[in-house]
């Protein structure tokens, strides 16, 4: 299982751009999806294999705020991060 100590966020808060990496993937397809605190996803990526490097996000559209990175794979618990946006 990916546990959520397997997930890294930088920088938090962020401004520009946030990297996401998450360790010990399997090739199943992965979701990424980043929620604000309304429950409106404004950002959806699919991936058939989670890139080895990471995911980066363009953050500098994003609205001052708290937001939540949610990843979901295929067999494996969905997993939830908390970052911040300060322009």
Do not use: C
Request: aromatic share 6%; proline share 7%.
């Amino acid at each position: 299982d990916v546990a959520t100590g397997m997930i890294s966020i930088y920088p938090n808060p962020t401004s520009n751009r946030l990297m996401v990496k998450m360790a010990n993937t399997t090739d199943a397809p992965v979701e990424l999806s980043v929620v604000n605190l309304f429950g409106q996803v404004v950002y959806n990526i699919d991936h058939k294999v989670w890139p080895q490097e990471g995911l980066e996000i363009d953050t500098r559209q994003l609205p001052n705020g708290t937001y939540l990175v949610r990843i979901e794979q295929e067999g494996q618990a969905p997993i939830s991060r908390e970052f911040i946006v300060l322009h």
